[in-house]
């Protein structure tokens, strides 16, 4: 149930940012969605080339082994930066 939770708020979250991106403009949307992009690729090259750590399993959407939510707080920090 935590991990639903985690989820939805990240997604919440997300969906949030992206209007406000869609009011700046249309760079800063492609800004957020490149950024989401980046992040699960890094985590999925992370995991594939280290092999140092895994996520939990109790994730609903997962895009390879990583929970897209990963993404989603990756494209939220690197935007607010």
Do not use: C
């Not at 708020?9 to 869609?22: N, R, S």
């Not at 969605?33 to 699960?40: L, N, P, R, V, W």
């Not at 995991?47 to 707080?73: C, D, H, M, R, T």
């Amino acid at each position: 149930m935590l991990y639903l939770f985690l989820e939805l708020a990240t997604i919440i979250l997300f969906a949030a940012t992206a209007v406000h991106a869609a009011r700046r403009g249309r760079r800063y949307v492609l800004e957020l969605g490149s950024a989401a992009i980046y992040g699960i690729l890094l985590e999925l090259g992370d995991i594939a080339i280290f092999k140092s750590y895994q996520y939990n399993e109790q994730f609903a959407w997962n895009i390879g082994w990583v929970p897209i939510q990963i993404g989603l707080a990756w494209a939220l920090i690197i935007y607010g930066a």
